[in-house]
């Protein structure tokens, strides 16, 4: 699912419309449609609903969804920020057909602060469809008055495309300035502001995308931003009845120096939970019993150490080590001293088959990255931006302050796949897209959970070997929503990155889009982060 800015979104708005020939008033009408049926399934208790209109077609979006709403038994009323003759094109065409079909929806048109005070009261939702992606900063007249005036009440509201004084188009955005929203409702693709804003100070609460007719031909964009959910659909297929273990490869997990084996054994897991056919851990034969702890479905080949540290293989011991082995990771509990990092790079070196790389794996490279260039295999990187910041040679600071654009360098000069955490991990591409994961929480910030992720990658890649883009997008994109079930069933501060592993099912069962066609981008379905943060 590609990510738009506001001028695409209004291009392929255009492009539906003239190219495939659906009427604008057929966008508006499934638009506002899909805003009231998320209104009656999230709220079905409010009985009174307010629909706050603006007087472009955000608003008409509203009239739409005050008419549905009202036809489904709801007492509606709507505050248009304006005069009814100062409507045009489809937003008075709305609102035309809900004066004319639904005569018990009060509709006021609202010209002062006084007059917009006066008129709410008791309702158990409002609708913000004030302004969308036509809003030009900063936010002005009534719809000032009506934001603080949101500010001051509890009562939910559902955004109508976005919080009215959001800019699409912000990487940045926040709820500084704009309209509070406890869920958003948008259109056909998420925009820039719906999966890097901050819609509330706490939390990212729902934002859901409504498919309302573009066709996907209509919908372009030049970022080559997508969303990494979409991917998920690759697991979405059940197994085959006849598969063996054979068919879904097989991992090897290299790392864990004395006083980490918690690493290797956390990835092990990981992917024998992510559905790898066979998972074995290479680890020093020290801790070959503690590792071996974690799950008797594991297998392990003790490795050469000194010292507690991993060292170079004597001859043939690679090639044995390998011996029908797919999917490499190296890095998890590494260490850095000794041969540990030169026994790194000798295995990526000496490797054919995909290898993640990740943790003290990374390290082994700081000063080396010539040495990363993929070329013909599949290389995968998952760094966090302290290990990117190493890997580039710049401060973590600056890798923060443009995350894509660097992700998207050392992707496409490396020939690699580039998975950099943090708060909206980014998935680079070798051919410079890149996509945005949307799941995960603060639970997550913990020692462990990179190396369940690195475990879930490989465990991706070791299934789906010739869909490597979709298998890395998924496998963030799970690691995330694992957490995300993991911190709803527990509290954030006590879940440990193997509870997320505990919650991998529920992830892996979860449908992006959900049955009333709606693909939740933030928050699980019918749940409320803020309400569940708040508790
Ligand atoms: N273009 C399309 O084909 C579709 C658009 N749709 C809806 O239309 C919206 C975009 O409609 P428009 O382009 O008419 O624009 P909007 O309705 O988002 O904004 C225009 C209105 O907002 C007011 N406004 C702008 N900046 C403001 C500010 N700083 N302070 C206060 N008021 C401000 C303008 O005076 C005008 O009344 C989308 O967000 C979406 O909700 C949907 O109906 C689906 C189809
Ligand atoms: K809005």
């Not at 054919?352 to 990374?362: E, K, S, Y």
């Not at 490396?414 to 929480?441: E, F, I």
């Not at 462990?448 to 010739?466: C, E, H, K, Y």
């Amino acid at each position: 699912m590609k990510i738009l800015t506001a001028a695409e979104m209004g291009a392929a708005d255009r492009r539906t419309v003239e190219e495939f020939e659906t009427p604008l008033g057929a966008l508006m009408e499934a638009a506002g449609s899909a805003v009231a049926a998320f209104c009656l399934r999230q709220y079905p208790a409010a009985s009174r609903v307010t629909v706050l209109c603006g007087k472009g077609n955000n608003g008409g979006d509203g009239f739409v969804a005050a008419r549905v709403l009202a036809a489904a038994g709801k007492t509606v009323r709507v505050l248009l920020l304006g005069r009814v003759d100062e409507l045009k094109g489809e937003a008075a065409a709305a609102l035309a057909r809900l004066q004319s079909e639904t005569a018990e929806v009060s509709i006021l048109e609202v010209v002062d602060e006084v007059m917009l005070r006066n008129a709410h009261g008791e309702e158990g939702l409002f609708v913000d469809a004030i302004v969308g992606t036509g809003f030009k900063p900063p936010l002005r007249g009534l719809a000032l008055a009506a934001r603080d005036l949101l500010k001051e009440l509890n009562v939910p509201v559902v955004a109508v495309d976005l919080p009215s004084g959001w800019d699409a188009d912000s990487m940045e955005q926040t709820v500084e300035g704009a309209f509070r929203a406890d869920a958003v409702v948008t259109f056909t693709a998420p925009k820039l502001a719906h999966v890097f804003g901050h819609l509330t100070a706490e939390t990212f609460g729902p934002v859901v995308v409504a498919d309302i007719g573009s066709p996907d031909a209509a919908v372009r964009s030049e970022t080559g931003f997508t969303w990494a959910g979409a991917a998920k659909t690759l697991t979405e297929k059940p197994r085959p009845m006849n598969s063996n273990k054979g068919k879904f490869g097989h991992v090897l997990v290299v790392g864990g120096a004395w006083g980490k084996a918690g690493a290797p054994s956390m990835a092990s897991l990981a992917a024998l939970r992510t559905g790898a056919g066979l998972v074995t851990a290479g680890v020093p034969e020290s801790t070959v019993g503690i590792v071996a702890a974690v799950a008797p479905e594991l297998m392990i080949t003790s490795l050469a150490e000194s010292q507690g540290l991993l060292r170079n293989l004597e001859g043939g011991r690679l090639e044995k080590l390998m011996k029908g082995i797919t999917v490499l990771a190296v890095g998890p509990g590494l260490g850095t001293d000794g041969d540990a990092s030169e026994f790194a790079r000798e295995l990526v070196a000496k490797t054919q088959v995909p290898v993640v790389i990740d943790a003290d794996g990374l390290n082994a490279f700081v000063g080396k990255t010539e040495l990363l260039k993929a070329e013909w295999r599949t290389l995968v990187l998952t760094p966090h931006p302290g290990e990117m910041a190493r890997l580039a040679g710049m401060t973590v600071k600056e890798v923060e302050a443009d995350r894509v654009g660097l992700a998207r360098r050392f992707a496409t000069e490396h020939g690699l796949t580039l998975v950099l955490k943090g708060w909206r991990t980014l998935v680079a591409h070798p051919d410079g897209s890149v996509a945005v994961n949307t799941t995960g929480n603060p639970s997550m910030a913990k020692g462990g959970s990179g190396d369940i992720l690195t475990g879930i990658v490989a465990a991706m890649l070791a299934q789906f070997p010739n869909d490597v883009a979709r298998a890395v997008e998924t496998a963030v994109y799970l690691h995330g929503l694992a957490g995300d079930f993991a911190a709803h069933a527990m509290d954030e501060h006590t879940v440990l990155a193997t509870d997320t592993v505990k919650h991998l099912s529920d992830a892996f069962r979860y449908r992006v889009k959900d049955a009333d066609g709606l693909t939740w981008i933030c928050g699980l379905h019918g749940q409320n982060f803020k309400e569940h943060r708040a508790a």
